[in-house]
Structures are given as C-alpha cells and as structure tokens.
C-alpha cells in the first residue's frame, strides 16, 4: 500500500508541476491500483474503470481472447483470434461478424487473402446501387453480431460482469471468467453456419 501511496504522490506531483490533467497508468484506487480509467466515448459514460473485455465466440462456446486493465484497440486481436480458430478447428472460418473497430483496411485485406468473408460495410464512400440480397446479407450478418452484442448487456445484468468485487487483479480476472462461462450461451439457431466466428468488445 505504501508504494501505491508513493506513486499516486509521484503522479499528482508531475500532474500539478506540469500543468496536466492526464497521465499514463494514472492510479484511480488505492486498493485497486491496477485499474485505469478507460476512455470509451459512450452517451453517458464517457470513460469506464475496470477490465477491457475481448471475446470471440464459435458453436455457442465464447472465448475470452484478451483481458486488460489497459486500454488497447481490438482490431490488433483479430488475426491471433482467427488464427486461433483455425488452431482449434483446422479450418479457417467462412465469415466473421465483428464489431466496427476490427474492419480496418489491414483486416479486411487480410481476411481477404484467406477467404474470410468480414460482415459490415466496406471502407470509404457507399455505393449507390446496392442488390436487395445484399442488403438482406448485411441485415443478417448485424442482427447476428447484435444478439452476441446483447449478451454483454445480459452478462452485466445477470452474471454480475459489471460488478466484480474482488480485489486484486488475477481475482478479478477469474470472476470474470467464471462470469463468461454462463454468458452468451447462443441458440443454435443463431449459428447456422457451421464456420462462422464472431468477435465483441467491451
């Protein structure tokens, strides 16, 4: 605790010397010193504390990819996640349904290569004509991704994802992976393609 206090006195002193308001690994908690504020930039809760969540899902089984107290962008996962499903399966998936942060360029050209089909619209200007099916594809492919997206909500409200109260980070870190093991349990029938992964965030 002592050498929590000194860091937090170490930060502040630098905050107010330098005439700043932000700092990297900015302690928030003496308790918690590794939890960080999180910039999310979401009506209403503009920056989050706690753990940054990154979870693929396959077959109604989730994977929890990547946990961090940190702030870290999610299109970096992608590949490794992806590569883990080939690892797992011995096949590249048909399609990913993935939130907007993965449809970089880099990922898109790199699904590409592999012929992985990525939900959501291309990059840059939307063309004007566009086929009825095309858009039915499109419609399918974000009411998939969405009901995942909803289990997030349903983990927070149900599985307690949004209120761990262990205390140190490696518990934290369990209890939220005890929480998963009950979150996004997926109909089967919401899974139709036997090959498709999806990716979320939070």
Sequence with gaps: MLLVVVEVYRQQLWLYENKKQSIDDRIVSLTQPHIRPIVRGKAGKPVE??????????????F???????????????????EAFKNFTGYYP??????????????????????????????GRPPVNVSKE????????????NCIEGK?????????????????????????????????????????????IFFVSH
């Design 49 to 62: 504390f706690g753990a940054k969540l990154s979870a693929s899902c396959f077959e109604g089984y989730v």
């Design 64 to 82: 929890l990819d990547h946990i961090s107290w940190n702030n870290f962008n999610e299109s970096g996962d992608l590949k490794a996640q992806v």
């Design 94 to 123: 048909e399609s990913v349904h993935v939130d907007k942060i993965y449809r970089t360029r880099e990922n898109r050209a790199w699904c590409k290569e592999r012929g992985i089909i990525m939900s959501g619209p291309a990059l």
């Design 134 to 145: 095309k858009k039915k594809q499109d419609l399918e492919s974000e009411r998939i991704r």
């Design 152 to 196: 997030f909500g349903q983990a927070k409200r149900r599985f307690s994802l949004n209120r761990v109260m262990a205390k140190l980070s490696h518990t934290s870190e369990t209890a939220i992976a005890i929480a998963v093991i009950d979150w996004m349990r997926t109909p089967k029938s919401l899974l139709s393609n036997h090959s498709s």
